[in-house]
């Protein structure tokens, strides 16, 4: 366990991070919003449940060298405990690595498959004020864990022409999973990210976003920044790599931005 702090949660708040579109910045938002929590004294866990791994690396981690993963943890194998691990950035880690690809066809074999994530993690809810689950690019059997684990789920689309495809599916998943399994499923806000002010498309779409969405979509805009596609070869989140990068920045005004909404809320 790292960090600790005066929060206010009892019991975690757990986001998903997902949009079965790739490469939308879902890992680049789960790495760098869970680093800008733990920077504002909140206690935060990181659960990279993609089998790229690609949370893994970016936190520094070697994921051909993980001992225990996520995948040991939903296949009954591991602990929460035994699989988290600690990171530089006061924050912890449920890794993944490719073994997690045998885990989404052998969930499916398991008696109430859709619940094991949560299941998982009932006994550390009250170890974190947040843990935040980067979702894989698709709508599979992972991503359903992830949604009936979570309370909210946060949905980073790139402003660009093919957007807002695609985002109706992942609005009908969250609204199954919340029509049946889990009632308290919200979701918790649109982030635009990779975001250039120069291009017109990209206002066109974002303008889109606001008309229908409303206050579901975060203010703060994440912009595109070099700083933040090279971070992850570093194996740091960005505000160790360059804390004064527009990116950096974006992340840490996202994260604040994320606890208000939730003061509100409650
Ligand atoms: P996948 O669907 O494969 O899991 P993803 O949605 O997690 O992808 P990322 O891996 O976060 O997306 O981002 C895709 C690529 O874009 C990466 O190379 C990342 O470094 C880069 N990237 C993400 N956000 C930004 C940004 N704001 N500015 C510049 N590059 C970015
Ligand atoms: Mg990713």
Same mark, same amino acid.
């Not at 070697?62 to 943890?73: A, C, G, M, R, T």
């Not at 596609?229 to 960005?238: C, D, M």
């Given at each position: 366990?790292?960090?600790?702090?005066?929060?206010?949660?009892?019991?975690?708040?757990?986001?998903?991070?997902?949009?079965?579109?790739?490469?939308?910045?879902?890992?680049?938002?789960?790495?760098?919003?869970?680093?800008?929590?733990?920077?504002?004294?909140?206690?935060?866990?990181?659960?990279?449940?993609?089998?790229?791994?690609?949370?893994?690396?970016?936190?520094?981690?070697?994921?051909?060298?993980?001992?225990?993963?996520?995948?040991?943890?939903?296949?009954?194998?591991?602990?929460?405990?035994?699989?988290?691990?600690?990171?530089?950035?006061?924050?912890?880690?449920?890794?993944?690595?490719?073994?997690?690809?045998? $885990? *989404?066809?052998?969930? +499916?074999?398991?008696?109430?498959? &859709? !619940?094991?994530?949560?299941?998982? @993690?009932?006994?550390? /809810? =009250?170890?974190?004020?947040?843990?935040?689950?980067?979702?894989?690019?698709?709508?599979?059997?992972?991503?359903?864990?992830?949604?009936? $684990? *979570?309370?909210?789920? +946060?949905?980073?689309?790139?402003? &660009? !022409?093919?957007?807002?495809?695609? @985002?109706?599916?992942? /609005? =009908?998943?969250?609204?199954?999973?919340?029509?049946?399994?889990?009632?308290?499923?919200?979701?918790?806000?649109?982030?635009?990210?990779?975001?250039?002010?120069?291009?017109?498309?990209?206002?066109?779409?974002?303008?889109?976003?606001?008309?229908?969405?409303?206050?579901?979509?975060?203010?703060?805009?994440?912009?595109?920044?070099?700083?933040?596609?090279?971070?992850?070869?570093?194996?740091?989140?960005?505000?160790?790599?360059?804390?004064?990068?527009?990116?950096?920045?974006?992340?840490?005004?996202?994260?604040?931005?994320?606890?208000?909404?939730?003061?509100?809320?409650?």
């Amino acid at each position: 366990m790292t960090g600790s702090n005066a929060a206010v949660l009892s019991s975690a708040t757990v986001l998903s991070i997902s949009n079965q579109k790739g490469g939308v910045g879902k890992t680049t938002t789960s790495i760098n919003l869970v680093a800008s929590l733990a920077q504002l004294k909140h206690r935060v866990l990181l659960i990279d449940l993609d089998p790229q791994g690609n949370a893994s690396t970016g936190c520094g981690l070697d994921k051909n060298e993980l001992e225990i993963s996520v995948y040991d943890v939903l296949v009954g194998d591991a602990t929460m405990q035994e699989a988290i691990v600690s990171t530089a950035f006061d924050f912890d880690v449920l890794p993944a690595n490719g073994d997690l690809t045998a $885990a *989404s066809v052998e969930l +499916l074999n398991q008696p109430r498959k &859709e !619940y094991i994530l949560k299941t998982a @993690l009932a006994p550390i /809810l =009250d170890q974190y004020d947040f843990i935040i689950i980067d979702c894989p690019p698709s709508l599979s059997m992972l991503t359903v864990n992830a949604l009936v $684990a *979570s309370d909210q789920v +946060l949905v980073p689309i790139q402003c &660009e !022409y093919y957007a807002l495809e695609g @985002l109706s599916d992942l /609005l =009908d998943t969250i609204r199954q999973v919340s029509g049946s399994i889990n009632p308290t499923l919200s979701v918790g806000g649109i982030v635009r990210t990779m975001y250039d002010m120069r291009n017109s498309l990209a206002n066109d779409v974002s303008a889109q976003l606001l008309k229908h969405f409303r206050d579901g979509v975060f203010r703060t805009i994440i912009p595109r920044n070099v700083r933040l596609a090279e971070s992850p070869s570093h194996g740091e989140p960005v505000w160790v790599y360059d804390r004064s990068s527009r990116g950096a920045i974006a992340y840490m005004a996202l994260a604040k931005e994320l606890v208000a909404r939730q003061k509100e809320a409650r």
